[in-house]
């Protein structure tokens, strides 16, 4: 019997029927064409073929984010021509949004920089020992005093992160040829490279340029929504909704998905994630005003590796969450600066959180389970003046209203909704600790960055809250980034993933780059020898 058609046998075809997933996949593959659907097009797991093709590409890309575009530039640098569809109105996707950080050794600026103990051996080994990342939940959820550490990688297979890793040299070079600049490096944090703001998107342009100008393809507003697999079960196409609502047939020797993570699809959520669909419910970072979403996230192209019996990896690794304003479209305070600059977190009640310099998602979690909504931003004028508060342009944020200036910490604390008594016994007992411990009696906060909050004028944030804006866990690939069938746990013929889509690498930043540019390769390397 065709396993694609034997629902008695498919657990993945029995979840999406008990777990309502068949109505995402409607979704995926009706309600957003903004057309009828035909009969073929309804049957989202065997059945015919397409009786014709409405355009043939040797590579197709689903995704034009990040992950996406640096594929097509590599595989077109490689001979092969690929066709790029984004189901929104522009390229880049969350990447063009991100603050910059990637992480790794042995790059070009770190020679150049000076820097010392970077290498990428040492990278790879505070990724094993936990101590080189500390998101998603997944690996921060029982990092407390009284709880067990998460060591080591979370994944099934770490040979293509390894692959990542061992790369990351080659990703800054290729950043820097599109147009990345990157902040000065700091030898507290040798592995960060910080890219300029703006400087991101411009690399996107730039490498789009360049696929379309070496014949490649890009088309916005086009949603994949079904893979087709031949009577042998190779990828040979993919259904797709152009920008005018037309039902679209593609056949395809290869197909990448990079369509994103999962971020606002609440069924995969509720089943891989229950506790953080339900009690611990956060709202996306990526929101308008009106509550519409930016990106919607909401993981088409794991839910197509699903139809077609693709295996899953990592997907309870849980959120990455920060802390940002109710609204997407408001102006933010970028929590890393509380890895860079003196400063505190505090609730409404002027109450700390966690030690600030460890990491924003700590200090998100921490909030959540402190049981406020929401929390605030507090220093003086000597944070005002250090790196980090110039990196994310706080002078701005203080002009339109997104941070609070007073004289006084009391007055700073009333303009911002804070108890002022509780704001102020938090900060006297702070700078008490400086002086007569050196330490933080609290959380145990040291080192540069634990400084006395005692320099006017004084700085306190307007709300901001607990959100979710990244998902780790996606499809399972091999360390050639092809997608594994759940039950022979063998390469599907033809099928690719890459990016946040990728369960098996992560979707830190440059990861997502890097997992993208490597499989465009190997895409072109299996094309050239007839491996697929």
């Given amino acids: 019997m065709d396993r694609r058609s034997d629902d008695s046998s498919n657990p993945r075809r029995n979840f999406l029927k008990i777990t309502g997933m068949g109505?995402?996949?409607?979704?995926?593959?009706?309600?957003?064409?903004?057309?009828?659907?035909?009969?073929?097009?309804?049957?989202?797991?065997?059945?015919?073929?397409p009786t014709k093709w409405d355009a043939q590409h040797e590579l197709v890309i689903v995704g034009g984010g990040g992950s996406g575009l640096c594929a097509g530039v590599e595989a077109v640098q490689r001979g092969v021509k690929p066709f790029i569809m984004e189901k929104q109105s522009s390229i880049g996707g969350v990447a063009a949004m991100a603050t910059g950080y990637i992480f790794g050794g042995d790059s070009k600026l770190q020679k150049e920089q000076g820097m010392k103990n970077c290498s990428r051996e040492q990278w790879w080994a505070k990724l094993e020992d936990g101590t080189g990342w500390s998101e998603p939940l997944k690996r921060v959820r029982d990092n407390?005093?009284?709880?067990?550490?998460?060591?080591?990688?979370?994944?099934?297979?770490?040979?293509?992160?390894r692959d990542c890793v061992t790369e990351f040299p080659a990703l800054v070079e290729f950043l820097l040829k599109y147009g990345a600049t990157f902040q000065p490096l700091d030898q507290r944090f040798p592995f960060t490279h910080i890219a300029v703001k703006g400087s991101l998107p411009r690399v996107f342009q730039n490498v789009a340029d360049e696929i379309r100008?070496?014949?490649?393809?890009?088309?916005?507003e086009t949603r994949a929504t079904k893979i087709y697999l031949d009577e042998k079960g190779k990828v040979v196409g993919v259904r797709a909704t152009d920008a005018s609502g037309r039902a679209i047939n593609i056949k395809t020797k290869a197909l990448m998905m990079a369509s994103g993570g999962f971020l606002n699809n609440d069924e995969l959520i509720k089943r891989y994630m229950p506790y953080w669909a339900t009690k611990g419910k956060v709202p996306s970072a990526f929101l308008f005003s009106d509550g519409g979403a930016l990106f919607e996230q909401t993981g088409d192209g794991i839910v197509m590796g699903l139809e077609i019996n693709a295996s899953l990896?990592?997907?309870?690794?849980?959120?990455?969450?920060?802390?940002?304003?109710?609204?997407?479209?408001?102006?933010?305070?970028?929590?890393?600066?509380?890895?860079?600059?003196?400063?505190i977190f505090v609730?409404?009640?002027?109450?700390?959180?966690?030690?600030?310099?460890?990491?924003?998602?700590?200090?998100?979690?921490?909030?959540?389970?402190?049981?406020?909504?929401?929390g605030y931003f507090v220093f003086d004028e000597t944070a005002m003046s250090s790196t980090g508060a110039k990196n994310y342009g706080f002078a701005a944020l203080v002009e339109n209203g997104t941070i609070f200036k007073a004289d006084t910490l009391k007055e700073a604390a009333l303009k911002a909704g804070i108890n002022p008594d509780g704001l102020q016994a938090t900060v006297e007992l702070f700078n008490k600790d400086f002086d007569e411990k050196g330490v933080d009696s609290v959380y145990g906060k040291?080192?540069?960055?634990?400084?006395?909050?005692?320099?006017?004028?004084?700085?306190?944030?307007?709300k901001h809250y607990p959100v979710r804006f990244k998902t780790e866990g996606g499809l399972e690939t091999d360390e050639r980034t092809r997608v594994l069938e759940y039950r022979t746990v063998k390469p599907i013929p033809g099928f690719y993933a890459?990016?946040?889509?990728?369960?098996?690498c992560t979707a830190s930043l440059g990861d997502t780059m890097q997992c993208g540019r490597m499989s465009a390769r190997y895409i072109a390397e299996d094309l050239k020898t007839h491996n697929i």
Avoid: C, H, W
């Fill in 347 to 374: 609730t409404p009640e002027g109450k700390r959180v966690s030690d600030e310099r460890l990491n924003y998602t700590i200090a998100t979690l921490n909030l959540i389970r402190s049981g406020a909504k929401y």
């Fill in 23 to 49: 109505a995402v996949a409607a979704a995926v593959s009706g309600t957003l064409l903004g057309t009828a659907q035909s009969a073929e097009a309804a049957n989202v797991n065997g059945g015919p073929l």
């Fill in 213 to 220: 100008q070496s014949g490649g393809t890009i088309v916005t």
């Fill in 498 to 504: 890459a990016g946040a889509t990728n369960g098996t």
């Fill in 144 to 161: 407390s005093n009284v709880s067990p550490v998460y060591y080591g990688i979370t994944k099934r297979n770490t040979q293509l992160l």
């Fill in 446 to 462: 040291t080192g540069p960055f634990f400084q006395k909050i005692i320099k006017p004028p004084f700085y306190v944030s307007e």
């Fill in 313 to 343: 990896d990592d997907m309870d690794a849980g959120f990455k969450y920060k802390i940002a304003p109710k609204n997407r479209g408001d102006a933010v305070v970028n929590g890393l600066a509380l890895t860079q600059s003196p400063m």
